[in-house]
Antibody, heavy 120, light 110 residues
């Protein structure tokens, strides 16, 4: 069974940093591209970042470019998101999501999310 | 990277059919056959309902169907049931491994 479990969320002050983790199991993690998607309270979904299976290709939404860094450790079946210079508008539930295998582009499995609150 | 446009809410009676639209541009919806739809119940993670415009994952009811015309994609739910009451989001590939989601639609079963 595919499982994605996020952790690392919490309360952080504006300008602060936080590192999110996503532990993957039930599939060959090193074969899949992975993503972070966030959802501000009461708002819609927003794609944040993606990383290819071997970390060769990394992309960010304009809203986080230069502040967030996505990475992965295939030996540990883990995905990470380092968030720096956090702002109030970064407050959201952050989901880890797997990009489906093959010549397609969609997210077939999602974690339950971890809440990040940026507030003084 | 502007969000795709969806109606804020759509409602229908049990047994009826409803359609949710998702309007983008030629750089996203119109440029790729990679539109997907997600259902989200309150406090839960999104669940994939449709991918590649009109394909249904295993386990998803055939009451859910998708289509696309030009820059607008649509999700149709037929035979509406109480359990279909949720938020629905479209998502389109936008090139270079980037994605854009829709604004979301709250479906209410009357």
């Amino acid at each position: 069974e595919v499982q994605l479990v996020e952790s690392g969320g919490g309360l952080v002050k504006p300008g602060g940093s936080l590192r999110l983790s996503c532990a993957a199991s039930g599939f060959t993690f090193s074969s899949y591209s992975m993503n972070w998607v966030r959802q501000a309270p009461g708002k819609g979904l927003e794609w944040v970042s993606s990383i290819s299976s071997s970390s060769s290709y990394i992309y960010y939404a304009d809203s986080v470019k230069g502040r967030f860094t996505i990475s992965r450790d295939n030996a540990k079946n883990s995905l990470y998101l380092l968030m720096n210079s956090l702002r109030a508008e970064d407050t959201a539930v952050y989901y880890c999501a797997r990009t489906a295998w093959g010549a397609t582009e969609y997210f077939d499995y999602w974690g339950q999310g971890t809440l990040v609150t940026v507030s003084s | 990277q502007s969000a795709l446009t969806q109606p804020a809410s759509v409602s229908g009676s049990p047994g009826q059919s409803i359609t949710i639209s998702c309007t983008g541009t030629s750089s996203d919806v119109g440029g790729y056959n990679y539109v997907s739809w997600y259902q989200q119940h309150p406090g839960k993670a999104p669940k994939l309902m449709i991918y590649d415009v009109n394909k249904r994952p295993s386990g998803v009811s055939n009451r859910f169907s998708g289509s696309k015309s030009g820059n607008t994609a649509s999700l149709t739910i037929s035979g509406l049931q109480a359990e279909d009451e949720a938020d629905y989001y479209c998502c389109s590939y936008a090139g270079s491994s980037t994605y854009v989601f829709g604004t979301g639609t709250k479906v209410t079963v009357l």
